[in-house]
């Protein structure tokens, strides 16, 4: 897995991302290691014409599109996919605006401001209902790592504006 992230991430501007990392790969830069099977990208149309490339240089092939996701498969079982989450621009700037630096151990990345971490998180739950347990409990996960980054009243606001209501009752209840 590192090598693709190293590889993605050194194809990107260092000064001014085109891509940021999110979904499971994201979450270490907040203090929450669980294992994932793929790899994550948000970009907008030039980030995704560049990760596209890369991908395509490295023996990826496009293996599923919806408007929303490019999804890259390799035939090679010691490479993971990758998706491609597609935005727009003024949603990538905002993101990346707010974004914060998380290095592995050869690369540098971006990963989302953790409200907007968790506000996609939310919003993946809302447009697939099969996701719920596995970000719920990531959703968890990220609150008890960072217990000062946002009130309740903030976790409660995120999950009326990009999630469910339901949502939020279940983090009020789960959360300690």
């Known amino acids: 897995m590192e090598v693709v992230l190293d590889k993605l ?27 994932t099977l ?23 092939c496009l293996a599923g599109q ?6 890259y498969h390799h035939d090679s079982l010691l490479l993971v996919d990758v998706d491609i989450l597609l935005v727009n621009v003024d949603t990538y700037d905002k993101l990346l605006r707010d974004s914060r630096e998380w290095r592995t151990e050869k690369s540098v990345w971006r990963v989302p401001s953790l409200p907007h971490l968790m506000a996609l998180k939310l919003h993946s739950m809302k447009n697939n209902p099969a996701r719920r347990g596995h970000d719920l409990t990531d959703l968890i996960s990220l609150l008890e790592q960072n217990p000062q980054a946002l ?6 606001d995120l999950c009326q504006e990009f999630g469910l209501p339901e949502i939020a009752a279940d983090l009020e209840r789960l959360l300690p």
């Open 38 to 60: 793929d790899i994550d990208c948000l970009a907008a149309p030039a980030g995704q014409a560049k990760l596209k490339r890369v991908l395509e240089l490295a023996g990826y």
């Open 66 to 71: 919806s408007a929303a996701v490019l999804r």
């Open 151 to 156: 009130t309740r009243e903030a976790v409660r």
């Open 9 to 35: 991430a050194g194809a990107l501007d260092p000064e001014r991302p085109e891509a940021l990392l999110v979904g499971g790969q994201a979450l270490p830069a907040y203090g929450v290691v669980r294992q």
